[in-house]
């Protein structure tokens, strides 16, 4: 029987496990930094059906219909008239049961957690050494060691395992922008609904059928050093509170009071694909590479690289890097185009990149090749 090792329990780790809970020939562990997983948060994640189908693959369908939300519509707003620029039908990309889904982030992870046993998991287990001999040996910060096959890197976007690992210097860039996160009830739309901004967006979504919705905001922001390493920066309600009064007095929107549990966090991207030199080491999700927020496809493409990295020890092929690679350029342009063109702020290019909107989102070559390329595999 071949033993794993996941560093992380993250979306990605939890959903690596899953795929070994069903497969007698490995036994593993997860090995988690924090001393328990938030399992109450009520914070949004969108999941396209790329990665509803995997999830689908280990019981997701079954999940209560109430806990989850199928939009089927994108709809983009300017966030300084209110005015609707266009739509886009996401549920065009939808087939059987898998569908594009917005859910609580805890909804998800809890449903990962449900079929794995307590005992696999160690909580307060960070990676302090690897080494190799026919196996790979690690050592724990609590001077535990343990001999693993294969090891799966999972701790997320500011992976310390993979500064273990790999020697360069691997840390994500500050994307210059911070996410300003927060919940609200009873909003008046149901679907996906984008406001452009200038320098910013906002995005408001659905996470059940009870009629809980999530705010997530992504603001252009040039931060000294200091800053962006300062959590406690991030949290002052002062800051909040003026990042808030910055949206609202650039959108005639009135929902300050409805927003509650406001949460900022500066937002990092990957600085280039490291790949280790070891073949039975497999970086996944957010510390194999992590995007730009906006095209929602992080947890998503989480999930896929757990997927191909099991395929990959599965069959014994030699060929999970490249197949990432590909998919994380694709990805990535994507979500640095959204990126810039969300944020226009020069009165003549949004004139231009809302006539380009309103026509790419009802032209169907346009949509295969930029939605359903990436939603379909
Ligand atoms: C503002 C924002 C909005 C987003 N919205 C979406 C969205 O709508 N849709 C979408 O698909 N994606 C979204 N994403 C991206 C998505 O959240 C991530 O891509 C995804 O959570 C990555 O999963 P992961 O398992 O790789 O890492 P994580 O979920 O970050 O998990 C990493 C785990 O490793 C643990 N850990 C950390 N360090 C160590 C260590 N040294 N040792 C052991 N354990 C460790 C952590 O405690 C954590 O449990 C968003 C991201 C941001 C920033």
Do not use: W
């Not at 996941?6 to 690596?16: C, D, E, N």
């Not at 059940?208 to 406690?232: A, C, T, V």
């Not at 929602?296 to 069959?315: F, L, P, R, T, V």
């Amino acid at each position: 029987m071949k033993k794993i090792a996941i560093i992380g329990g993250g979306i990605s780790g939890l959903y690596f496990a899953n795929l070994l809970e069903k497969n007698k020939n490995y036994s593993y562990k997860i090995f988690e930094k924090k001393s328990r997983f938030e399992l109450d948060d009520g914070y949004g994640i969108q999941l396209s059906v790329n990665s509803i189908k995997l999830l689908n693959e280990i019981g997701f369908s079954d999940i209560e219909s109430q806990k989850v939300y199928f939009p089927k519509k994108v709809i983009f707003y300017d966030a300084k008239s209110f005015n609707k620029i266009c739509d886009i039908d996401i549920s065009k990309f939808n087939y059987e049961k898998n569908r594009y889904t917005t859910l609580k982030r805890s909804t998800l992870l809890n449903f990962l957690l449900k079929n794995i046993p307590k005992e696999k998991i160690n909580y307060n287990s960070e990676l302090s050494d690897v080494s190799f001999e026919n196996k790979i040996n690690l050592k724990f910060l609590d001077n535990n060691y343990e001999t693993f096959d294969y090891l799966i890197l999972s701790d997320g976007v500011f992976s310390k395992s993979k500064s273990i690992i790999i020697d360069k210097d691997s840390r994500p860039k500050y994307l210059n922008s911070i996410a300003l996160r927060g919940s609200l009830k009873n909003f008046e739309n149901n679907d996906i609904s984008l406001y452009l901004g200038p320098n910013f967006h906002f995005v408001i979504y659905p996470v059940n059928q009870n009629n809980e919705f999530n705010f997530i905001s992504i603001i252009r922001k040039n931060l000294k050093k200091e800053q962006i390493n300062d959590q406690n920066y991030f949290q002052n309600s002062d800051f909040l509170e003026t990042l808030m009064n910055e949206i609202l007095s650039k959108t005639p929107v009135k929902f300050k009071d409805k927003i509650e549990n406001l949460k900022s966090f500066p937002i990092f991207r990957s600085n280039g694909l490291s790949k280790p030199s070891k073949k039975n080491i497999f970086l996944v999700g957010d510390a194999l590479y992590a995007f730009p927020p906006s095209f929602a496809q992080g947890a998503s493409q989480s999930i896929a690289s757990s997927k191909d990295a099991y395929d990959e020890i599965e069959n014994n092929t030699d060929n999970y890097y490249q197949k990432r690679n590909e998919k994380i350029k694709a990805v990535n342009s994507r979500s640095m185009l959204n990126y810039f063109a969300f944020h226009l702020s020069n009165p003549f290019t949004i004139f231009l990149r809302n006539i380009f909107l309103k026509y790419l989102s009802k032209n169907k070559k346009f949509l295969e090749n930029y939605l359903g390329k990436i939603y379909k595999n």
